[in-house]
């Protein structure tokens, strides 16, 4: 076995340390000479375009087109909508100046003191107020409306403790960014858009999540109600993997953006955003992967499958891959994407251990043996089973198996979530739960003083208020005022 595999920290020892070396051993992603910045390499950045290329064509069939803005914002339009200024202030990198010279006393290359900005700008953390300020020149009137943006684009945010695809100073992500006549129109398509981001995360990624509201406490900064999916990943801590915002009139009101409606009336717009980012990676790699490396589910595989000659000769090589011809044009032809590796600078056994530290989902090999039998071994990267099957007809049972894998990988996901999602009726039983992680299902009494307690006292935060949780009212456990339904509590990242 490759000796990658062989280092690679288990689990049970150190989850965390398992992740971090998976990402960089499985040619994922690697740290940059920028603080708190990745370089994501060819392999993870093709797994992140099939991500990208499923949920674009998400987006556009429920009617959103593609545009995109500036990366640069002044300062002063960040400074018009109080609660977002208020949310993203902390993480701002700003750009004061725009040339260097060369220091006449011989210390390299220094910012020109006479070049400062009239205004500074920021590097956008996200890009609402540049929208909306672009948006109160294409809406005049409600036959302007709804506009339907989305934009793929990098933000920046000066985050201190960084990881790579779950937390890092720029990430790439969509941003989605609508403008309505109506509030109710807006509310329909923040859950439209939330709903789009659920079924993308449990029908390609295998991921199960959770529906449901953030708190007060943990909405989008400028939001009036952010609705989230939760997943949860195999050490029991919860990741947020997607949110979309109803932002009612706040941002309209704060760029002067109004319309004159069917009644001749002027009023303000009702704005929507919603993303999801490069986090998905993240998800996509605690909640599948094991001991021996990534597990990825076909749907979102850059390869799927992978088929390595086993030879003495060149001869035989030669005669495996005539063979072989024939079939990887079949599983093109089907739009599997197949890669035959007849490479002749490894053994097999070295390809063997790389691809199943890449996930790759099914892997067939092919040796003079079976040329004679008429056969090949295929084996299943979820359960490392392995099987000899006859050659003849071997393109439609292992776009059967893609399938079957796929179903599998969720289901296994969902059994492990629905092991560790658990209640509890009192702050003690609770205490004592939230340390074997999970999902924490209990009441609250819907305050932020009994939120931040609970935080400050145990560092689980309320992920979510279920949108089809159990609504049977009850007593907060920490305070025992009335609770409106159960809550969601966990540890996250």
């Not at 599997?336 to 790389?354: E, H, I, L, Q, T």
Request: charged fraction near 30%; hydrophobic fraction near 40%.
């Amino acid at each position: 076995m490759a000796k990658e595999l062989k280092d690679l920290t288990k689990r049970s020892e150190n989850y965390s340390q398992w992740y971090n070396e998976l990402v960089v051993k499985a040619d994922l992603a690697e740290q940059s000479a920028v603080r708190g910045c990745m370089v994501i390499k060819p392999y993870g950045y093709a797994i992140w375009e099939k991500m990208q290329q499923q949920l674009d064509k998400m987006f556009k069939e429920t009617g959103h087109v593609n545009a995109y803005f500036p990366l640069l914002i002044p300062k002063s339009f960040l400074s018009k909508e109080a609660d977002h200024v208020e949310g993203f202030a902390k993480e701002c990198a700003v750009v004061t100046h725009y040339r260097l010279k060369n220091d006449p006393e011989g210390r390299g290359v220094v910012v020109d003191p006479d070049a400062r900005l009239e205004e500074e700008l920021i590097i956008r953390p996200t890009s609402e107020t540049i929208i909306w300020n672009t948006y109160r020149n294409w809406i005049k009137s409600y036959r302007d409306l709804p506009i339907l943006c989305n934009q793929w684009a990098n933000v920046f945010r000066w985050e201190m403790r960084t990881r790579m695809f779950l937390r890092t100073a720029e990430f790439l992500w969509q941003e989605g960014h609508t403008a309505h006549a109506t509030k109710e129109e807006a509310m329909e398509e923040a859950v439209r858009m939330l709903n789009v981001y659920a079924d993308f995360a449990e029908r390609y990624m295998a991921v199960p999540v959770v529906k449901g509201v953030k708190s007060a406490n943990e909405r989008f900064a400028g939001a009036l109600e952010t609705y989230t999916i939760e997943a949860m990943m195999q050490d029991g801590k919860a990741l947020q993997s997607g949110t979309s915002h109803f932002l009612g009139q706040n941002f309209a009101k704060a760029f002067d953006v109004k319309f004159i409606n069917k009644n001749n009336e002027l009023e303000y717009v009702w704005a929507t955003s919603w993303g999801v980012s490069t986090r998905l990676m993240g998800a996509l790699i605690m909640t599948h992967s094991d001991d021996n490396g990534l597990v990825l589910p076909p749907h979102l595989a850059p390869i799927q499958v992978v088929i390595v000659p086993i030879y003495k000769s060149m001869d035989q090589l030669d005669e495996i891959s005539r063979r072989v011809a024939p079939i990887v044009e079949k599983f093109r032809n089907m739009g599997v994407s197949v890669k035959y590796d007849n490479a002749d600078n490894k053994r097999p056994g070295f390809k063997f251990a790389d691809y199943e530290l890449k996930g790759v989902p099914v892997r067939l090999a092919l040796g003079a043996r079976d040329l004679e039998n008429g056969t090949i071994e295929v084996m299943r990267r979820d359960t490392l089973e392995k099987e000899t099957m006859p050659i003849e007809g071997i393109e439609e049972r292992v776009q059967q198996l893609l399938e079957e894998m796929q179903t599998n990988i969720y289901k296994k996901a969902l059994a492990l979530r629905e092991s560790k999602t658990t209640t509890a009726d009192s702050y003690d039983e609770f205490k004592e739960k939230i340390e074997q992680g999970g999902f924490i299902l209990a009441h609250w009494d819907g305050t932020t003083e009994t939120e931040e307690r609970v935080k400050e006292e145990t560092k689980a935060t309320i992920r979510c208020i279920p949108l089809d949780g159990d609504k049977t009212p009850g007593k907060c456990m920490v305070t025992g005022r009335p609770s409106a339904q159960r809550v969601i509590f966990a540890r996250n990242y």
